[in-house]
């Protein structure tokens, strides 16, 4: 019996097993970063420093700056998720493999209504001395980027599940177990 057989089995065995698992821990990281971070940002923060600075117009021109970075990173983790959910996509049923490919579509394009809407939104606020012009124009705008922030953290919400599904089933499928 060749003894060089068993440990190189046992290392495709490892590299196969690895693969999915470091897609997966790269997913879930992207996804409470982003998503986690945006969460706490919005329950948190926003309306910690309303309290602190006793301002709604203040606190904006403190969220204008901090939107700003959310809009990048939310754009370089889409990037990162793309090639994350495109590298898992074998065996997927046509269902999961919509709703993954569906769910990414909405927040990317929640993701570029945000950076579209964001400088309409700078054109009301100056900075110099914290003036907000034009309040119901603004407030409008404001209005549309929270509805589309609310889409793609929604969005996000059902890819997660959706991932916990389309694992669980790859899991019994190796395991050997039907649904």
């Known amino acids: 019996m060749d003894t060089n057989v068993?440990?190189?089995a046992a290392d495709q065995r490892r590299s196969v097993l690895a693969t999915p698992l470091w897609r997966r821990y790269c997913y879930i990281l992207l996804?409470?970063?982003w998503m986690g971070?945006?969460?706490f940002y919005a329950l948190i923060v926003i309306p910690t420093a309303e309290r602190v600075l006793e301002s709604m117009r203040d606190t904006g021109f403190i969220t204008q700056q901090v939107t700003r970075w959310l809009n990048l990173i939310?754009?370089?983790f889409l990037l990162?998720?793309?090639?994350?959910?495109a590298a898992g996509q074998r065996g997927l049923s046509s269902r999961l493999r919509f709703g993954v490919v569906a769910t990414w579509t909405i927040m990317a394009v929640a993701q570029a209504a945000l950076f579209i809407i964001h400088?309409?939104?700078d054109r009301f606020l100056e900075a110099q001395g914290h003036k907000l012009h034009h309040y119901e124009?603004?407030?409008?705008?404001?209005t549309i980027y929270l509805i589309f922030?609310?889409?793609?953290w929604s969005a996000a919400l059902l890819q997660i599940w959706l991932m916990l599904m389309i694992w669980q089933g790859q899991d019994r499928e190796r395991s050997g177990f039907a649904n």
């Open 31 to 33: 996804m409470a970063a």
């Open 37 to 39: 971070g945006f969460t």
């Open 137 to 142: 124009q603004f407030s409008e705008m404001h």
């Open 74 to 76: 939310g754009a370089g």
């Open 149 to 152: 922030a609310t889409i793609q």
């Open 80 to 85: 990162i998720l793309l090639w994350l959910l």
């Open 119 to 121: 400088p309409l939104m």
């Open 6 to 8: 068993l440990p190189k």
